[in-house]
């Protein structure tokens, strides 16, 4: 007698994922790149312009154009999720904002939704969040433990930049993931923030860990200068000494280190091959003659670019790196007593650089946007800029996301 088939077993259901905050999609690129089997139920942003460079994307997916504090918790309730992908604004904790925490009008979404979580009818079993450094040690932050630690969820806090992958962009971040309890993760999780990735073993860790944190300690740090000088300078205890363009051997020592560490990809491996038209990107004559000697100036053989931010194209101090196209200058002859030249004399010093911003394909490029991401057409210039420098890196997120389900 036969025996009866074994019944065929069932097939998961795919986790359903919410994406708050979803800008041009960052974190949906990324749970695509984490190889999770999952869907995106629903994006949700007040941000029109961004949610048309969305919808070009990923026609498919359903998007909310509206504020998260403006979803009621029968419309939580029906999306019935299982993972919350979110980066809320970060201009109440950056630096350079207004740093006003919780009585910031920007973060009422964010504390929406810890009164929202509590009473869902079914709690998600992830959350992932991501924001900038300075984050971790907000009121926003503490509330946030305090809501994940109520609810019963295991979690665990990062601070990481994409230079632990060797990408080299410094852009240091604050992630935590979350996992709703019995579910525990596949790390021994800690009450520190961790500024590696844990699977990482703990030799390389150390070291790229150091590295990371040497190229994010400061974002305006200016192009080097030849070894020679700088070993001179530095044997005679001379580490603050300028040499030109407001660098001093410190910086130099720092930047050489970078550029001579081979497990960092270069910048030329992230540009575009050949641009049609690369007049938009070059700067005004106006800008390099104010911001000459603050660029931060990075050729295709370099190893590091630091953050791009929102301002990128629009303003130059302190938004992110620019690009030296002319590979057969070096800066120093170009800067060596520069301050006594003048005006005319310092732009012709300076066209030998041959200096442009990155293109925004690049600055996608950089942050681990697929070939396939694109703008809308009618997306200006200044707007993909400003959208790029809101966004994240994918490749981070994307490994986190994997950490926090596996």
Do not use: W
């Not at 190889?35 to 460079?53: G, M, Q, R, Y």
């Not at 019963?152 to 996992?179: C, D, H, M, V």
């Not at 990107?281 to 590091?304: H, P």
């Amino acid at each position: 007698m036969m025996e009866p088939d074994a019944p065929t077993p069932r097939p998961r259901p795919r986790p359903r994922v919410l994406e708050l905050y979803s800008g041009i999609g960052g974190m949906h690129y990324a749970l695509k790149e984490s190889c999770i089997a999952a869907e995106v139920v629903a994006a949700v942003d007040i941000n029109t312009v961004a949610n048309e460079v969305y919808k070009h994307n990923f026609p498919n997916t359903c998007i909310y154009p509206k504020t998260i504090e403006g979803m009621t918790m029968d419309e939580f309730n029906k999306l019935d999720f299982d993972m919350i992908l979110m980066s809320p604004p970060c201009q109440p904790f950056t630096r350079l904002g207004t740093q006003k925490d919780v009585l910031d009008s920007r973060i009422k979404s964010f504390l929406y939704i810890l009164d929202v979580l509590p009473s869902l009818t079914k709690r998600p079993k992830y959350i992932l969040l991501e924001n900038v450094k300075g984050f971790e040690t907000s009121v926003a932050r503490n509330k946030l433990i305090q809501t994940l630690e109520n609810c019963r969820y295991s979690y665990q806090e990062f601070l990481l930049s994409p230079t632990l992958l060797g990408i080299p962009n410094s852009r240091l971040r604050y992630f935590l993931i979350a996992k709703l309890q019995p579910g525990t993760f596949c790390i021994q999780t800690s009450n520190e923030v961790l500024k590696q990735f844990p699977d990482l073993d703990s030799m390389e860790a150390s070291y790229i860990s150091s590295f990371s944190q040497m190229l994010s300690a400061d974002d305006n740090n200016m192009e080097g200068i030849n070894a020679d000088c700088c070993a001179n300078e530095i044997k005679n205890g001379r580490d603050e000494t300028v040499l030109y363009k407001l660098e001093t051997i410190k910086h130099v020592k720092q930047k050489q280190s970078q550029d001579n560490n081979s497990s960092m990809q270069m910048i030329q491996g992230f540009l575009e091959e050949e641009l049609q038209d690369p007049s938009p990107y070059f700067i005004s004559t106006k800008s390099l003659l104010r911001y000459a000697l603050i660029l931060d100036i990075v050729g295709q053989t370099c190893r590091r670019s630091v953050c791009f931010t929102k301002g990128y194209g629009s303003y130059v101090e302190g938004t992110g790196s620019v690009l030296k196209t002319a590979s057969d200058v070096e800066l120093a002859s170009v800067f060596q007593s520069f301050e006594t030249l003048s005006e005319d004399e310092k732009l012709t010093q300076l066209a030998k650089l041959k200096l442009r911003y990155f293109t925004p394909r690049e600055v996608a490029n950089l942050h681990g946007f697929p070939p396939e991401f694109s703008f809308p057409e009618k997306i200006s210039l200044k707007q993909r800029y400003r959208l790029l420098g809101n966004s994240l890196n994918i490749h981070v997120v994307a490994k986190l996301i994997k950490l926090m389900v596996e």
